[in-house]
């Protein structure tokens, strides 16, 4: 450019460090940023400095390479220079990759930081905090964060709705620590905001209950799926099936499976732990009949894992020979 007496811009710079960043290559970001810029007059002759964008580029990458904390000095550094405050997703950025690397507690003392400093958080800011303390173990701060916080009523009062995937992120979390009377409670609210649940939260819903021994209440949520014109998938029912297999209903497990085919082709897995369930339980011939249907009814072949459930259970009913003849 210097060449050709072409002077750069600010936007010549964004850039250059935007795709410096999206190649990773986050040390010559920063050199840019450090070393550079100053040194650059725009046309008007007036030397080219760092403005909001080109901070939060390199703070966005300097996260996604896991060095959160280089992000938070470079933050730092922001605020001690006129005109370059923080914004929303600078601290998007920051919260997103303080929580990424399970630092969730750093990442909501950011999102308090915003509120004192008056830094409105969006949807964004709300998804990724409680996407982390749910990934993290940290469902009981999730759910005090969405009531303490009230979080529907706050993002409402800031112009922000909640949107659906927030419910979802929290759902799901609620149901793998095993929380379904605050699950339920959640998806409550989620319905009554005018959103509706999708397949993946209702399955969360159907494995939770069921891992809680509760199937009523996963039959429930079936029930409503199909009423909400939400079809269940084969992972629905599969949930349904392990349930039953694990707990020796074999006749419901079947029944159960029966209800699939009507609607869904089994899967591979819906085979598996019935062959398992079967064969671990001493019916070897029902097992045997569930596997040799796989490829002539059902056209699912078997593959390694099944072969395997298989051979286990044969040799559990010591029929030794059958296991390694193939028979």
């Not at 005109?83 to 990424?100: E, M, R």
């Amino acid at each position: 450019m210097k060449e050709n007496d072409i002077q750069p811009s600010v936007v010549t710079f964004v850039i250059l460090i935007n795709q410096l960043c999206k190649l990773r290559r986050v040390d010559d970001a920063m050199e840019v940023l450090n070393n550079k810029l100053g040194k650059w007059h725009g046309s008007d002759g007036v030397s080219i400095e760092a403005d909001v964008i080109i901070y939060n580029t390199v703070i966005d990458g300097l996260c996604k390479v896991g060095r959160q904390e280089e992000g938070l000095r470079l933050m730092d550094r922001m605020r001690s220079m006129k005109g370059l405050a923080p914004n929303v997703f600078t601290y998007n950025c920051l919260i997103d990759g303080l929580c990424k690397c399970g630092d969730v507690e750093k990442g909501k003392e950011l999102f308090d930081q915003m509120n004192e400093v008056g830094v409105s958080p969006n949807v964004i800011t709300h998804n990724i905090l409680v996407d982390g303390m749910c990934r993290h173990g940290r469902i009981n701060g999730a759910l005090n964060f969405f009531s303490v916080v009230d979080l529907f009523d706050q993002m409402l009062a800031s112009g922000c709705s909640p949107d659906a995937s927030v419910y979802h992120r929290l759902i799901s979390g609620l149901c793998k620590a095993g929380r379904m009377d605050a699950a339920s409670n959640v998806l409550s609210k989620l319905k009554e905001a005018g959103f509706r649940p999708d397949i993946v939260c209702y399955n969360s819903l159907v494995r939770g209950f069921c891992k809680k021994n509760m199937v009523d209440k996963a039959y429930d949520i079936i029930k409503e799926m199909e009423e909400a014109g939400v079809k269940p998938d084969s992972v629905s029912y599969n949930n349904l099936i392990a349930y039953f297999c694990q707990n020796g209903n074999f006749g419901l497990a079947r029944e159960a499976m029966e209800w699939m085919i009507n609607g869904h082709v089994p899967t591979i897995a819906t085979y598996g732990a019935l062959i398992h369930a079967y064969g671990s339980n001493g019916n070897i011939k029902e097992a045997m009949k569930l596997f040799n249907d796989m490829s002539s009814t059902s056209k699912i072949p078997p593959n390694t894992i099944t072969y395997n459930i298989r051979i286990e259970s044969l040799c559990n009913n010591n029929d030794i020979n059958s296991a390694l003849s193939g028979g």
